[in-house]
């Protein structure tokens, strides 16, 4: 796909990996709708990307994802492609303790956090863009961020079983819309210096850090690049591209 004047939805754009990959796309001519819950960096960010607007919403709110998808066709008056980003992590062992002595467990509202967003808000994102796409038959491309967590990482149940449903999402969609022209591809980004990761406690940031082969944490420019290289190769098409500097979980 040439990107000159498409038109992509991009969530949890506002910073982090959302905003670095729309800017890469900006760069090559697309026009983005930003869409985030923070509205103070959404305004910063469209302010940043030409062509940009900005739409303020909590992607696992059904009536708002709909909604704003409409805003979009309204606005743009197309809709060649959607970047499912927006995440979130709430971490903690399923249950941490010992015999006799059971110290904690993941709540019940952590692990519900984490699918609302990182799963059931990719699947009312890509629904309402698809509709958009199938109905006005849009060559279209939409991209999942997946995670390297999506094969099961300590402490991370809530956020590994969204990630994985994230990836046989793109698996279902790749099957599904193929006959719509729309290609669904994902990225499983390893560990990425972002805010997400500053907010990782110290030991936590250090030995990930020392588990990835190539020596450090990677740079959202580093997922961009590899986002705008899935959007332009039109046979590239239902596989989950691993950017983790050589990094095993
Ligand atoms: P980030 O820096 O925390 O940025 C995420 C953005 O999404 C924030 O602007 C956040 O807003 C927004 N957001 C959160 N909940 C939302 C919701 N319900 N609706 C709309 N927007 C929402 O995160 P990141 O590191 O860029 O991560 C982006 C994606 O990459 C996530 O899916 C993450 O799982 C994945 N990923 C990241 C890494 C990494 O190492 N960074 C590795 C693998 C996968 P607020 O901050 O205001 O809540």
């Not at 990307?49 to 059904?62: H, I, M, P, Q, T």
């Not at 995440?87 to 015999?99: A, S, T």
């Not at 709540?107 to 956090?113: G, K, R």
């Amino acid at each position: 796909m040439d990107l000159n004047n498409k038109v992509i939805a991009v969530t949890g754009a506002a910073r982090g990996l959302g905003f670095a990959m729309a800017k890469a796309l900006t760069e090559k001519g697309a026009k983005i709708a930003l869409i985030d819950v923070n509205e103070a960096l959404l305004v910063s960010a469209a302010e940043q990307l030409a062509g940009s607007r900005y739409y303020c919403l909590d992607v696992s709110n059904e009536a708002a994802v709909e909604a704003a998808f409409a805003q979009i066709w309204q606005n743009f008056g197309a809709l060649n492609g959607l970047v499912n980003n927006a995440g979130i992590i709430r971490d903690g062992l399923m249950v941490k303790g010992e015999p006799g002595n059971i110290i904690s467990e993941m709540s019940f509202d952590d692990w519900q956090a984490v699918i609302n967003i990182n799963l059931s808000g990719v699947f009312l994102c890509g629904r309402a863009a698809a509709k958009l796409m199938v109905e006005h038959t849009q060559q279209a491309c939409i991209l999942n961020i997946s995670s390297i967590s999506a094969e099961g990482n300590y402490g991370q149940s809530n956020y590994s079983a969204a990630k994985a449903g994230v990836e046989a999402l793109t698996t279902v969609w790749t099957k599904e819309l193929a006959r719509h022209k729309i290609r669904c591809v994902a990225i499983a980004p390893g560990f990425i210096m972002t805010d997400m990761v500053a907010s990782m406690n110290q030991a936590a940031l250090q030995k990930a850090s020392a588990m990835v082969p190539v020596g450090r944490g990677g740079q959202p420019e580093e997922v961009a690049s590899m986002a705008v290289n899935l959007f332009e190769n039109d046979f590239i098409n239902g596989v989950v591209y691993k950017v983790h500097g050589g990094m095993r979980i």
